[in-house]
């Protein structure tokens, strides 16, 4: 049995009206389409009898429905000529992503000129909002700063930023003058940010004093110092004052007490103040016309196991992709203000903005702790700003969950249309109490998996779709992905599970790797001919709704049989007690592996020898005796990175005793003082 089994009925039916609303039953309408299979039929693969059908008519009658911005129309919609590995997508063709989520918006003459591209929340209350014709001018500035310290088209730049609104003028002034962002994850530690430099070799680095984070000061500057003494390449470091603690003293946005802040450390043969480097620049500037193919986001994978990979996207994939999730996906209106708890330095950070931007929306930022000072910060902040989109992790709202009903009822978030989630396998509970709690019964929770190599998703609902709990729909529009077996095969029987691949390209499909080909086609390529193999298991059921289970990689081999954590921390989740689970995998001489469970208790249960082995008969029932724990632990709380991901191999790392490696990007560095000496 899996954690999904017994999932049979459909807990979300869509109004009627909502359904018909939307941008995806406007698309069918349009092309005669008249259900969810049909659709994902015609974009997915090649219909007979149907010539407007498949990947290639699909990502390409897109550009023009979505009002995508070409300076020069593409000769082809691809050149596949060297197989999907190495797809060229719209060759021919010129753009520009800044052109497309900026420069038309701000326009003149254009109605979004004056529109708020962006809401930012900082932790200590204090809010601001920018709009595409202050957005165009700074990121003009960047751009002008770029070019006068020698940036070339191709070139990197490395964000290492707090999130504030200017790291947005950043992201898009790269990408104008045809510069590859590289953003880093602000909560990275010293190791972490420096392989990224090492790898990425940016001359000119962004970064900050600092941020706030759960009501204290946390320092990026001495980090972001640290990792350049170890890696080199930085000739130029533009540090942004949140703290007022640079020469600049208060001037951008530090709190008005913050006179007696220590001074950040300061080279003055390389460091430079926003201020100084930003605000004086023209606020005029002529964005490049690029190729389609030109690189413009070298985002790197978590690297939670290995050496961290460089997945290089372009400038017309990462716009389509992106584009298409928000109109489709999430229903992207006119009037709606789009919240995803994210970093910059992850996948969903520049998702967010490219793909809200596209279409001239409204995105809500913010900076700090999802529970400071309170564990209603989320539910009082999508009051405030009257979010219709919001986006969180699975763990996030699990550990929200705890601190019960009474933080959500107290606020009005009526003004929500659509959930989202991302990043790990939900378990029924804790889906249910996002949709009915959070979402009061009505908004469906568009569930989403897919990953940095593709700034996407590969398995997305759409929300005019029925929603089992837990479900993520089906393939994505214009993404022909397939479950198979060992051999590479469909398979055909109804829940039996198998491996999530891609038959074929999409636009944002990552174009190799920063670090070369052989990597990138050993890494996706090499399990099976011409399939990219994307490490999850997936499954579909009677209905037709897919499901996941965690990644392949994290498979627990117990006597030969695999399963993934996700199917023992299910059913340990749907225990009343429990309130989160993460299980490992460690030797045993018997069966290869044997599980170990670690679990924290909902408050007010206390941990207990019966509980202990109840919990622990549970699992054996439930998946056979070889996966009843071994050994079923009591702690207080997860690892987790700041996005809420459980850092399994932290955990893993503590009941072995070993080395964890590189734990820059976690969030909660006391819990594993706590999983040493669990109860």
């Known amino acids: 049995?899996?954690?999904?089994?017994?999932?049979?009925?459909?807990?979300?039916?869509?109004?009627?009206?909502?359904?018909?609303?939307?941008?995806?039953?406007?698309?069918?309408?349009?092309?005669?389409?008249?259900?969810?299979?049909?659709?994902?039929?015609?974009?997915?693969?090649?219909?007979?009898?149907?010539?407007?059908?498949?990947?290639?008519?699909?990502?390409?009658?897109?550009?023009?429905?979505?009002?995508?911005?070409?300076?020069?129309?593409?000769?082809?919609?691809?050149?596949?000529?060297?197989?999907?590995?190495?797809?060229?997508?719209?060759?021919?063709?010129?753009?520009?992503?800044?052109?497309?989520?900026?420069?038309?918006?701000?326009?003149?003459?254009?109605?979004?000129?004056?529109?708020?591209?962006?809401?930012?929340?900082?932790?200590?209350?204090?809010?601001?909002?920018?709009?595409?014709?202050?957005?165009?001018?700074?990121?003009?500035?960047?751009?002008?700063?770029?070019?006068?310290?020698?940036?070339?088209?191709?070139?990197?730049?490395?964000?290492?930023?707090?999130?504030?609104?200017?790291?947005?003028?950043?992201?898009?002034?790269?990408?104008?003058?045809?510069?590859?962002?590289?953003?880093?994850?602000?909560?990275?530690?010293?190791?972490?940010?420096?392989?990224?430099?090492?790898?990425?070799?940016?001359?000119?680095?962004?970064?900050?004093?600092g941020f706030y984070r759960r009501g204290k000061e946390i320092r990026l500057k001495a980090t972001a110092d640290a990792a350049i003494d170890d890696a080199g390449h930085v000739d130029h470091t533009v540090v942004y004052d949140r703290l007022g603690a640079t020469p600049d003293g208060n001037e951008n946005g530090g709190d008005d007490d913050s006179s007696d802040v220590d001074p950040v450390p300061w080279d003055d043969d390389r460091d430079v103040t926003w201020r100084e480097a930003v605000g004086s620049r023209l606020s005029t500037y002529d964005t490049k016309r690029l190729p389609s193919d030109r690189e413009s986001l070298l985002l790197y994978s978590s690297g939670t196991t290995g050496t961290p990979k460089g997945i290089v996207h372009t400038h017309a994939g990462v716009l389509m992709q992106c584009a298409k999730e928000i109109h489709f996906g999430f229903d992207q209106k006119p009037a709606d203000r789009f919240f995803w708890v994210s970093d910059i330095g992850w996948m969903m950070g520049p998702w967010t903005l490219i793909g809200n931007h596209a279409f001239g929306g409204t995105v809500v930022m913010y900076e700090g702790a999802p529970d400071h000072p309170d564990p209603d910060r989320f539910w009082e902040l999508i009051d405030r700003h009257g979010v219709t989109q919001f986006g969180i992790s699975p763990t996030a709202i699990r550990a929200l969950r705890k601190h019960g009903d009474e933080w959500v009822e107290g606020h009005d978030l009526s003004s929500l249309r659509i959930l989202g989630s991302t990043g790990e396998p939900w378990d029924p509970e804790s889906w249910t109490w996002f949709y009915e709690t959070v979402g009061d019964g009505q908004c469906p929770i568009i569930n989403i998996s897919g990953g940095t190599e593709i700034c996407g998703c590969f398995l997305m609902p759409m929300p005019n779709q029925p929603l089992k709990p837990c479900t993520l729909g089906g393939p994505g529009l214009g993404m022909a992905v397939d479950i198979v077996d060992e051999a590479g095969e469909s398979i055909t029987e109804t829940g039996e599970r198998g491996y999530l691949v891609a038959r074929d390209s999409c636009p944002s499909m990552t174009k190799s790797l920063w670090s070369g080909d052989e990597r990138y086609l050993e890494e996706y390529w090499s399990t099976w001919p011409d399939l990219w193999d994307h490490g999850d298991f997936a499954q579909k059921d009677e209905d037709g709704f897919w499901f996941l289970h965690g990644r392949a990689d994290d498979a627990l081999n117990v006597a030969g049989r695999k399963v993934g954590p996700a199917e023992i921390e299910g059913v340990l989740i749907d225990h009343d007690a429990v309130n989160q689970a993460a299980a490992v995998g460690v030797p045993d001489e018997t069966t290869g592996t044997a599980v170990v469970a670690y679990v924290v208790l909902e408050p007010g249960v206390d941990p207990s020898e019966e509980l202990r082995e109840g919990l622990r008969e549970l699992v054996g029932e439930e998946h056979g005796k070889p996966f009843r724990p071994r050994e079923l632990l009591f702690v207080d709380a997860f690892p987790k990175t700041q996005s809420g991901k459980i850092i399994r191999r932290a955990i893993e790392s503590v009941y072995r005793d070993e080395d964890p490696g590189d734990l820059s990007s976690m969030e909660n560095p006391e819990a594993l003082e706590d999983l040493r000496d669990p109860a």
């Not at 900026?102 to 708020?116: G, M």
């Not at 430099?197 to 962004?206: K, M, R, T």
């Open 1 to 209: 049995m899996d954690e999904y089994e017994g999932i049979s009925e459909v807990a979300h039916e869509p109004d009627p009206e909502f359904a018909e609303s939307t941008n995806v039953a406007a698309f069918m309408r349009e092309y005669g389409i008249d259900d969810y299979e049909e659709l994902i039929a015609r974009t997915t693969s090649n219909v007979a009898g149907e010539p407007e059908s498949g990947v290639d008519w699909f990502w390409d009658e897109i550009v023009d429905y979505l009002d995508i911005d070409f300076y020069a129309d593409y000769d082809a919609v691809r050149d596949g000529s060297d197989g999907p590995q190495f797809t060229d997508w719209y060759p021919g063709g010129e753009i520009n992503v800044a052109h497309n989520v900026v420069d038309r918006h701000a326009a003149v003459d254009s109605p979004n000129r004056n529109r708020v591209a962006l809401i930012w929340e900082g932790e200590p209350g204090d809010v601001r909002e920018v709009t595409f014709h202050e957005l165009h001018r700074e990121t003009n500035r960047v751009a002008n700063y770029l070019e006068s310290v020698g940036i070339e088209t191709g070139d990197t730049v490395g964000l290492y930023m707090p999130m504030v609104p200017e790291v947005v003028s950043i992201l898009y002034g790269c990408l104008k003058v045809g510069a590859i962002a590289v953003p880093i994850f602000s909560g990275f530690g010293r190791e972490a940010t420096a392989t990224r430099i090492d790898d990425a070799e940016p001359s000119v680095l962004f970064t900050g004093d």
